[in-house]
Nanobody, 122 residues
Framework: QVQLVESGGGLVQAGASLRLSCSAS????????MGWFRQAPGKERERVAT???????YYADSVKGRFTMSRDNAKNTVYLQMNRLKTEDTAAYYC????????????????WGQGTQVTVSS
């Protein structure tokens, strides 16, 4: 079992920045692919960014150039730096872990945090 705890959400104005953090309770953290997903009310869950065990990264087109995902294996933590936030970024953001380490298939993310709310006002 892997427990994930997100932090860093909040209410900001459009154009501002936020950094989300996610701490994981596993000694095998570096072997996991990690991902950030989000879900807005009435919408399907969206894969935002992922980092595979190999350090291969994925970003959704909607966040490319604005969001950056990173990981610190020594701290068992991943981050999502979100810059130039837009109102359409408003959603609950979830951290997830993929024990296969591949990170390329959303169905492999079997461990999930409770989520942190990001609200961007105009």
């Amino acid at each position: 079992q892997v427990q994930l705890v997100e932090s860093g959400g909040g209410l900001v104005q459009a154009g501002a920045s936020l950094r989300l953090s996610c701490s994981a309770s596993t000694r095998a953290f570096s072997m996991h692919a990690m991902g950030w997903f989000r879900q807005a009310p009435g919408k399907e869950r969206e894969r935002v960014a992922t980092i595979a065990r190999s350090d291969t990264r994925y970003y959704a087109d909607s966040v490319k150039g604005r969001f950056t995902m990173s990981r610190d294996n020594a701290k068992n933590t991943v981050y999502l730096q979100m810059n130039r936030l837009k109102t359409e970024d408003t959603a609950a953001y979830y951290c997830a872990a993929d024990p296969s380490g591949l990170g390329d298939d959303s169905n492999r993310y079997i461990y999930w945090g409770q989520g942190t709310q990001v609200t961007v006002s105009s």
